[in-house]
């Protein structure tokens, strides 16, 4: 039995801010704010749990008091961008319906996992996560990969990792974890039948 492990953002849950931002603010405020807000060592803390949005609102505000309404906004707001891949979701609840194991690994903030968790039933379907957020560390760190199979009693080789990020695959695979690496347009179901699982 193979244990289909997920990560979340561009796998299960939409992420794309510049198209979010798009919605909002010209071309030049929507770049400076990719820079201030995604692009910044702020974005990773986050990821880390190592701040809340309020203080990093509170930090990029001082640092472009210019850009402050627009910072709180988008800091405020920006899990509205996160909505599922249906298609995605949709393999989710078949892959559970086979009676495959199902679990999370990935980089997330604190208080907008909660909040995705609490919002999307499908995500009850999974069997245990390990979110960066609540471990202090992020992928590809070699370290968060072994708190999941040490956590949940997993071995590496009954494994299926999908993520879309080529170095996060290439971590999973050191330690013998099959990976599925879902770049833009890939199809998932597609992939998940190439190798037997539906």
């Not at 919605?23 to 820079?35: C, F, H, I, V």
Request: hydrophobic share 40%; with cysteine; charged share 30%.
């Amino acid at each position: 039995m193979k244990n289909i492990i997920f990560d979340i953002g561009n796998v299960l849950l939409l992420f794309r801010p510049d198209e979010y931002l798009d919605q909002y603010y010209d071309e030049k405020t929507k770049g400076d704010l990719m820079t201030i807000i995604f692009s910044s060592d702020e974005w990773i803390e986050l990821d880390l749990g190592n701040l809340t949005i309020n203080e990093v609102i509170d930090i990029f505000s001082k640092r472009n008091p210019h850009y402050k309404e627009e910072i709180h906004f988008v800091l405020k707001h920006w899990t509205h961008m996160m909505t599922p891949i249906e298609d995605n979701v949709q393999v989710v609840y078949e892959l559970k319906e086979k009676g495959y194991p199902l679990y999370l690994l990935s980089n997330f903030h604190d208080e907008a996992i909660n909040e995705m968790l609490n919002k999307y039933e499908f995500f009850r379907l999974f069997d245990g996560a390990t979110i960066s957020s609540h471990e202090h560390m992020i992928k590809p760190d070699p370290r968060f990969y072994e708190i999941l199979l040490k956590r949940y009693k997993l071995k590496g080789e009954d494994c299926i990792f999908i993520d879309d990020m080529c170095a996060n695959i290439k971590a999973a695979e050191d330690f013998g974890i099959q990976g599925i690496h879902l770049g833009y347009k890939v199809n998932l179901k597609e992939e998940l039948k190439k190798i037997g699982i539906l």
